[in-house]
Every structure is written in C-alpha cells, then in structure tokens.
T-cell receptor, first 111, second 110 residues
Framework: QKEVEQNSGPLSVPEGAIASLNCTYSDRGSQSFFWYRQYSGKSPELIMFIYSNGDKEDGRFTAQLNKASQYVSLLIRDSQPSDSATYLCAVGSGSARQLTFGSGTQLTVLP | DAGITQSPRHKVTETGTPVTLRCHQTENHRYMYWYRQDPGHGLRLIHYSYGVKDTDKGEVSDGYSVSRSKTEDFLLTLESATSSQTSVYFC?????????FGPGTRLTVL
C-alpha cells in the first residue's frame, strides 16, 4: 500500500512569513510529485509539480524534492491571508495518471 | 476551469437507495477518475477509466460501480447507498502533467 504522509496541522504563520509544508512517501519508485491547494468547500487546484531532485521555483512557491529521503516540501514565501487553505501532497509512479494523495495540511496565514 | 462538470452538486438520499453521479468533460481526455474525500483521509481513488468501456478499481471501490460509454461521460453508481458513503465526491481528468478536478458532489446518506 503506497502511503503519503502530511502533518494535518493546523499550521499558522503570520502574514509575510515563510510557510513550510512537508510530505513523506513510502514508495521508493515514485517519480512525480504534486502540490495542490484546496480552499474550503472547493475542489483541489494544482500549484506545482516536480520530478527531479532539488528545488523548483514558481513565483512565491518553491517545491523541494529529496528522493533519497523520500521527502517533498512546499515553501510559500511572503505568505498572504489568501494562502490560507488546505495543501495536498500527491505522489505518482510516472505521470499524473496514477496519484496517491496525502490527507492535507491546513494552513492559516494571520493578518 | 478545465471543462469538467458534475451533477448533481448536492444530494440527500436514504440508506438502501441507488444513486448515480455524473461527470462530464469537454477536454477529450482519455483518463477520468472518481475520488471521495473525507475528513482526515484526503482524496481516495474509487475507480478510474482509461478509455471508453475501460475501467479499473481504485483503493476504495467496494460498494461502487462505474460506467463509461462515451469519452465525455463517466458515471459513478452506488447500487445501495449506505451511511458510510456520505462524502464529497470529486471527478478528475488527467493530462500528462496534472489531474484537474471537477467542482464536487456532496452526498449525504441518511
């Protein structure tokens, strides 16, 4: 059984701070890694995907992948109250065709 | 939006009744998925389809069946609904680099 673990939170950070969200996975053969954001009552939306070890930056978001440690993280710089949401980590064996989701981390950014 | 609609958006039903949820896409994607989302469990895959009449089971398929007679439509059926199937159901389609989700259906089984 493939497992994806996330701290459920809630995680609270002040506005302007860096929020750090973490995810570990059990399947060493995993090749693709995704971060989704889900606002309350809404559907998940993709923020970023990463396939290679290291960092990938997109605006205020940075995804970090360490396959040796089976660990992927998402950093949100200059956090805004509009970033308050649940963040879902998803892991796939190849493309986005087969994904296993973590249970999500609830983030609150305090004004 | 990725051109995915779900119907109905909300449904309340009674234990033992059949329920069918519909997912419709306008993107012509081959892969379609049904997930359920419950507090503390994240998104769990129920069934998926990789083409017309081609479907397979996911992690939590017991009590559910699916059908796909056209590329654009993927139906999820609860043959005899139980209270444990009260949940939010999301349909998704898959491109190469991501899965796009529909707006969800909130199902309550009394």
């Amino acid at each position: 059984q493939k497992e994806v673990e996330q701290n459920s939170g809630p995680l609270s950070v002040p506005e302007g701070a860096i929020a750090s969200l973490n995810c570990t996975y059990s399947d060493r053969g995993s090749q693709s890694f995704f971060w989704y954001r889900q606002y309350s009552g809404k559907s998940p939306e993709l923020i970023m995907f990463i396939y290679s070890n290291g960092d990938k930056e997109d605006g205020r978001f940075t995804a970090q992948l360490n396959k040796a440690s089976q660990y992927v993280s998402l950093l949100i710089r200059d956090s805004q109250p509009s970033d308050s949401a649940t963040y879902l980590c998803a892991v796939g064996s190849g493309s986005a065709r087969q994904l296993t989701f973590g249970s999500g981390t609830q983030l609150t950014v305090l004004p | 939006d990725a051109g995915i609609t779900q119907s109905p958006r909300h449904k309340v039903t009674e234990t033992g009744t059949p329920v069918t949820l519909r997912c419709h896409q306008t993107e012509n994607h081959r892969y379609m998925y049904w997930y359920r989302q419950d507090p503390g469990h994240g998104l769990r895959l129920i069934h998926y389809s990789y083409g017309v009449k081609d479907t397979d089971k996911g992690e939590v398929s017991d009590g559910y069946s699916v059908s796909r007679s056209k590329t654009e439509d993927f139906l999820l059926t609860l043959e005899s609904a139980t209270s444990s199937q009260t949940s939010v159901y999301f349909c998704a389609i898959s491109g190469q680099d991501t899965q796009y989700f529909g707006p969800g259906t909130r199902l309550t089984v009394l």
